[in-house]
T-cell receptor, first 113, second 112 residues
Framework: DAGITQSPRHKVTETGTPVTLRCHQT?????MYWYRQDPGHGLRLIHY???????DKGEVSDGYSVSRSKTEDFLLTLESATSSQTSVYFC????????????FGQGTRLTVV | KNEVEQSPQNLTAQEGEFITINCSYS?????LHWLQQHPGGGIVSLFM???GKKKHGRLIATINIQEKHSSLHITASHPRDSAVYIC??????????????FGKGTKLSVKP
C-alpha cells in the first residue's frame, strides 16, 4: 500500500469554525489531490498540487484553501466551516501529471453541526 | 452534466456469477481508472487503461476509446467482491493534463 495518511479520520466541528485536514505521504510523489465524496455526486476535485507551493483549484474549491510547504504534506483548510461542507474527504497522490498511478488515502469524515 | 455514466447503479449477484459493470464517458481522455471502495474504507485503483484490455486475477477491464466506453468484468464473483466500483477517466480537465473525473459508482453486493 502507498504511504498516505490522512488526519484526523473523523471530526465533528461547529459551523463557523476553521478546520484543517492533513494529508501526509511517504512516497515522494509530486502530485497531490483533495477530493470530497458526497452521495449522488461521486468524488469531486477540490484542489490539487503539482509541487511544493504550487497549487490550483478544482471543480468545487469555494470555501477551501490549501497549502503545500513540503513535498510530503498537503493541507486542506475550511476557513469557516458550513454544513454544506459535511462530507468525506479523500487525499490522493500520483507520481505523474497523467495520474498513471493514483493512490488514495483512507478518507476523513467531517461533520459540521 | 454527467460526463461519466456508469451502469448499473446497483447490482446484486449470487456467488460465482459473472459480473459486468459499464462506463460511458463523453469527454476526451488520456486514460481511465477503475477504482474499488469497500464500505467505510478507502479507495483502491484496480486498473489504469489507455487501450485494449487488462486482467488481474478474476478482474478484467476493457476500453474502447473510439466508442468512449469501458467495462469491468468480475469472473466467479465472491462475497468479498462486494464494494462500490468507480470509473474515473483522466484527461485535460481544469488546467491539468491528467485530472480525474469520476462516475457515481456501481454498488455491487455478492450473496453467498
Amino acid at each position: 500500500d502507498a504511504g498516505i495518511t490522512q488526519s484526523p479520520r473523523h471530526k465533528v466541528t461547529e459551523t463557523g469554525t476553521p478546520v484543517t485536514l492533513r494529508c501526509h505521504q511517504t512516497e515522494n510523489h509530486r502530485y497531490m489531490y483533495w477530493y470530497r465524496q458526497d452521495p449522488g455526486h461521486g468524488l469531486r476535485l477540490i484542489h490539487y498540487s503539482y509541487g511544493v507551493k504550487d497549487t490550483d483549484k478544482g471543480e468545487v474549491s469555494d470555501g477551501y484553501s490549501v497549502s503545500r510547504s513540503k513535498t510530503e504534506d498537503f493541507l486542506l483548510t475550511l476557513e469557516s466551516a458550513t454544513s454544506s461542507q459535511t462530507s468525506v474527504y479523500f487525499c490522493a497522490i500520483s507520481l505523474t501529471e497523467m495520474n498513471t498511478e493514483a493512490f488514495f488515502g483512507q478518507g476523513t469524515r467531517l461533520t459540521v453541526v | 452534466k454527467n460526463e461519466v455514466e456508469q451502469s448499473p447503479q446497483n447490482l446484486t449477484a449470487q456467488e460465482g456469477e459473472f459480473i459486468t459493470i459499464n462506463c460511458s464517458y463523453s469527454v476526451g481522455i488520456s486514460a481511465l481508472h477503475w477504482l474499488q471502495q469497500h464500505p467505510g474504507g478507502g479507495i483502491v485503483s484496480l486498473f489504469m487503461l489507455s487501450s485494449g484490455k487488462k486482467k488481474h486475477g478474476r478482474l478484467i477491464a476493457t476500453i474502447n476509446i473510439q466508442e468512449k466506453h469501458s467495462s469491468l468484468h468480475i469472473t466467479a464473483s465472491h462475497p468479498r467482491d462486494s464494494a462500490v466500483y468507480i470509473c474515473a477517466p483522466s484527461g485535460n480537465y481544469g488546467g491539468s493534463q491528467g485530472n480525474l473525473i469520476f462516475g457515481k459508482g456501481t454498488k455491487l453486493s455478492v450473496k453467498p
